[in-house]
């Protein structure tokens, strides 16, 4: 259990996605799991340093993550005004595809398999199923296989759930 | 900015702008700035652009990623140019199909394929 309260820095916050995402590793995740938690994990940590505490090096971001076996819980909490995720458009409708913001939430929805925020909005939980794999079908494991694949703990595809779809715009990048 | 290690290699052949992205990882803010910036120097010394950017480096990328590209994009439009994405490995792919990105871009699974896309007979660029 990584618990940890980091300077507004975003060096500082992408060493810390090292440390969390070198967890994942030693526990197993395969490579789609981990491009998940860190896809999603940068984004968290730039929403709260970005949009959460406005780059203020007196704020402080609290950060936990909990890998576990089977699944992994990352909490991130700013200390800005927080917002309301719902109340955001939708970067996938037409009017806002070549909107060049508003993408961050959509993408952490898409590869966590949870995303919830509290009630202020400056908090954001996300867990992440071990064998989850990516949102699609068109993960690395299956392009750049050759030859028989490695025996996975997640059964032969890697991939447990369907395809996750987008249901709430999101807020902040 | 302090940290201004090259992150692109830029190869012109044949009136195509040929961008090669050197970093693995498109995730810091500064770099993708950096990037953005380089980017638009290029297109507005150019009358017109065909640019290719070679993603094959690439592991990961962040929303702002696919900002700064919206935002190139767009600035080539202007000039009556073309922005040709290619070398993009299938996890981050599937990142510009999740956010419909990829019916924006042009998107080739090679180089050549791209440049050739870029220069098809009878369109010019002046760099």
Known sequence: MIQKSIPTDLEVARRLTEEILGQARAAGYDEDACFAIRLSLEEALINAIKHGNKFDRSRKVSVSADVGADLTTITVIDEGDGFDPSSVPDPTADENLEKPFGRGIMLMRAYMDEVGYNDRGNKVRMVKHRCSGLPTSVGQSTVHSSGAEPESPCGPSGKTEPARHFRHGPGRQ | ?127
């Open chain 2, 1 to 127: 900015m302090e940290n201004q290690a090259p992150r692109l290699k830029v190869i012109k052949a044949g009136g195509i702008s040929v961008v090669e992205l050197l970093d693995k990882k498109m995730l810091d803010e500064a770099c993708i700035a950096q990037i953005g910036e380089e980017l638009a120097g290029m297109i507005a010394e150019a009358d017109s652009i065909g640019l290719v950017m070679d993603f094959a480096n690439v592991e990961h990328m962040s929303s702002s990623a696919l900002g700064m590209l919206i935002t190139v994009h767009k600035r080539i439009q202007e000039k009556n140019g073309q922005l040709l994405l290619c070398g993009i490995r299938p996890s981050i792919f599937e990142v510009f199909k999740i956010t419909r990105l990829d019916e924006i871009f042009q998107i080739y699974s090679g180089r050549d394929e791209a440049v050739a896309a870029a220069a098809p007979q009878g369109r010019q660029y002046w760099l």
